[in-house]
């Protein structure tokens, strides 16, 4: 794990933060195709559908124009424990599974501190390509999940067993800073109308998201 020794390391940690790497350790980190394995899929979704909810921890919606009311008050390592449970998984299979999901790699700071750190550099006025917002890295984890989840489908249908099918499918290509500014412009074309209803604006904005990677 990198250890900061210097302000510039600071500085390095700090940037390397606010990425979001994901295709590339799923392809190429073994710790990464481990946890696959293991149901990182599954997991993954879970953690997805309680973020949606607005069951995650507060500060993860803080940077949010819309997120001043949704979170809970409850720890970072409660609200895993609460995913343990819901998954079946015990504390030791819970860690590395949260780091790849909401980071994008398998090692790296402390993941709550990861995640504060992109709430401050949202406040600050740092965007895309340097910052990969909580929400965009949902969607893209979700996406990644949803299309993992429908291959098992597929080969337990097809009685073909799993381990000769491929394990992970094709990944979408990662968020551009074009699809940034089209996601923006419609969040704000949108932003009036959906204000109270947050739900509404990450279902609008997951599609137009959809829709970018389809076309």
């Known amino acids: 794990q990198p250890k900061a020794e210097l302000v510039v390391d600071l500085a390095t940690l700090a940037a390397d933060a606010l990425r979001y790497p ?3 350790t799923l392809e190429t980190d073994p710790k990464a195709a481990a946890a696959v394995d293991d149901g990182l899929a599954d997991f993954a979704l879970a953690l997805c559908a309680s973020y949606e909810k607005g069951d995650a921890p507060a500060f993860f919606y803080d940077g949010d124009d819309d997120g001043a009311d949704r979170g809970r008050d409850l720890s970072f390592s ?6 343990g449970d819901a998954t079946g998984r015990a504390k030791k299979r819970l860690f590395m599974p949260a780091r790849l999901a909401l980071t994008g ?3 790296g700071p402390d993941v709550e501190d990861q995640i504060r ?6 406040d600050a006025g740092v965007s895309a390509p ?19 989840a429908s291959d098992a489908s597929l080969a337990s249908d097809d009685g073909i067993p799993a381990d000769k099918h491929q394990k992970q499918p094709s990944l979408p290509p990662p968020l551009t800073f074009d699809d940034f ?5 419609v969040y704000e074309a949108h932003r ?9 604006m990450y279902d609008v904005l997951v599609a137009a998201f959809d829709a970018m990677r389809r076309s």
């Not at 500014?181 to 412009?185: D, Q, V």
């Open 192 to 200: 009036r109308d959906l204000s109270d209803d947050e739900k509404a």
């Open 105 to 107: 790699r398998s090692f």
């Open 117 to 122: 750190t992109l709430a401050a550099a949202n």
């Open 78 to 83: 409660a609200w895993l424990k609460e995913l």
């Open 130 to 148: 340097k910052l990969a917002p909580l929400v965009c890295r949902i969607a893209q984890l979700k996406q990644w999940a949803s299309a993992l």
């Open 181 to 185: 500014k089209k996601l923006r412009a």
């Open 22 to 24: 994901l295709h590339e």
